[in-house]
T-cell receptor, first 114, second 110 residues
Framework: EAQVTQNPRYLITVTGKKLTVTCSQN?????MSWYRQDPGLGLRQIYY???????DKGDVPEGYKVSRKEKRNFPLILESPSPNQTSLYFC?????????????FGSGTRLTVV | GQNIDQPTEMTATEGAIVQINCTYQ??????LFWYQQHAGEAPTFLSY????GLEEKGRFSSFLSRSKGYSYLLLKELQMKDSASYLC???????????FGGGTRVLVKP
């Protein structure tokens, strides 16, 4: 089944403790992206990647890191999480936007930083 | 920069029609998407418009006017399961960055 898999689904952590949210897709998609979703603010892009070893900042990259060493994986790293990073996070992938191939989203990771 | 506006919330009756508007101001345009998102779940793709006009898919239709920076999503024969948020998203000039509006929460009442 074609899908984007994120782990974990839920995570509660403490301020300053490094964490990684994993994302993997099995559709051989070039584009991958991370979004966070907060009430009243909608989905905001954190980082995106156009292919292996090619990443770029989105609209809210501060406090986050990403890597794209393999086509299928695009982990999101929070080196020193803070309470303002409490949010619902989505990973997404796409083959190409030009033909209307929209993003396929993962199931989401609800992160709470205390 | 990108600015995408849509109403925050709409209420409609089961069996009726609802139209969700989206206006955008972006640096370049390479297409507009509509997504549906049920509470706590991932967004799912509904439609894509890149040329002016109406695209119809069953009960859902989406319209685009590039000159006006305007799109709408039309939901016909509303069902209770259509209660969800509907997200308008635009691809800008770079062609690889998808920017979302704040979403419109639609509540369908019996």
């Amino acid at each position: 089944e074609a899908q984007v898999t994120q782990n974990p689904r839920y995570l509660i952590t403490v301020t300053g403790k490094k964490l990684t949210v994993t994302c993997s897709q099995n559709m051989n998609h070039e584009y991958m992206s991370w979004y966070r979703q907060d009430p009243g603010l909608g989905l905001r892009q954190i980082y995106y990647s156009m292919n292996v070893e090619v990443t770029d900042k989105g609209d809210v990259p501060e406090g986050y890191k990403v890597s794209r060493k393999e086509k299928r994986n695009f982990p999101l790293i929070l080196e020193s999480p803070s309470p303002n990073q409490t949010s619902l996070y989505f990973c997404a992938s796409s083959t190409d936007f030009s033909g209307g191939g929209g993003y396929t989203f993962g199931s989401g990771t609800r992160l709470t930083v205390v | 920069g990108q600015n995408i506006d849509q109403p925050t919330e709409m209420t409609a009756t089961e069996g009726a029609i609802v139209q969700i508007n989206c206006t955008y101001q972006t640096s370049g345009f390479n297409g507009l998407f509509w997504y549906q998102q049920h509470a706590g779940e991932a967004p799912t793709f509904l439609s894509y418009n890149v040329l002016d006009g109406l695209e119809e898919k069953g009960r859902f239709s989406s319209f685009l006017s590039r000159s006006k920076g305007y799109s709408y999503l039309l939901l016909k024969e509303l069902q209770m399961k259509d209660s969800a948020s509907y997200l308008c998203a635009v691809i800008g000039a770079a062609g690889n960055k998808l920017t979302f509006g704040g979403g419109t929460r639609v509540l369908v009442k019996p």
